[in-house]
T-cell receptor
Framework: DVKVTQSSRYLVKRTGEKVFLECVQD?????MFWYRQDPGLGLRLIYF???????EKGDIPEGYSVSREKKERFSLILESASTNQTSMYLC??????????FGQGTRLTVV | DQQVKQNSPSLSVQEGRISILNCDYT??????FLWYKKYPAEGPTFLIS?????DKNEDGRFTVFLNKSAKHLSLHIVPSQPGDSAVYFC????????????FGQGTELSVKP
């Protein structure tokens, strides 16, 4: 059973803080993805990675960075949190054929 | 520019009737399409998929139809059950993009008992 675990379900951070969202998968997959979900906008891809130390920008990378030091762990970093980054963040990994396994999500509120 | 569009933000259906969720796309290079279901406070879960070489795929109460010429796909749920109430996302991918999925905005389905 694929398990994708996100470290926090709910987070409240202040504007300007550096925020780390952690994601761990136990399926030995090479690929990992970070999305954010906003009402009316669906899931939008922020960053993804196909290998350790490798990262690719998604559709909305501005204001974010990522870290992939180990295969099972993919971290999303908000360098200086802003209120427009209040959202639901979802981490995912895929089996073929593109059956995505998502974490439970992190609801981030920036005040 | 939204490459995958779900133009209905919400849909309400009576239990036992058919639910039809629609999705349109603009990128003719997409060749794999998926539907995901999401309950509040949970991550999306995979529901059903279809390759562009097919026009229909069925799995129990769920059927996905693909009309490539119209760049349109739909998800049919028959019969609808209250437990089907959730947000449904369609997603699409190009074969050479290595798993990068483009999602629609989602449609919230409410099945009334």
């Amino acid at each position: 059973d694929v398990k994708v675990t996100q470290s926090s379900r709910y987070l409240v951070k202040r504007t300007g803080e550096k925020v780390f969202l952690e994601c761990v998968q136990d399926m030995d997959h090479e690929n990992m993805f970070w999305y954010r979900q906003d009402p009316g906008l669906g899931l939008r891809l922020i960053y993804f990675s196909y290998d350790v130390k490798m990262k690719e920008k998604g559709d909305i990378p501005e204001g974010y960075s990522v870290s992939r030091e180990k295969k099972e762990r993919f971290s999303l970093i908000l360098e200086s949190a802003s209120t427009n980054q209040t959202s639901m963040y979802l981490c995912a990994t895929y089996s073929w054929p593109l059956e995505a396994f998502f974490g439970q999500g992190t609801r981030l509120t920036v005040v | 520019d939204q490459q995958v569009k779900q133009n209905s933000p919400s849909l309400s259906v009576q239990e036992g009737r058919i639910s039809i969720l629609n999705c349109d796309y603009t990128n003719s290079m997409f060749d794999y399409f998926l539907w995901y279901k999401k309950y509040p406070a949970e991550g999306p879960t995979f529901l059903i998929s279809i390759s562009s070489i097919k026009d229909k795929n069925e799995d129990g109460r769920f059927t996905v139809f693909l009309n490539k010429s119209a760049k349109h796909l739909s998800l049919h749920i028959v019969p609808s059950q209250p437990g089907d109430s959730a947000v449904y996302f369609c997603a699409a991918s190009e074969d050479n993009q290595g798993g990068k999925l483009i999602f629609g905005q989602g449609t919230e389905l409410s099945v009334k008992p």
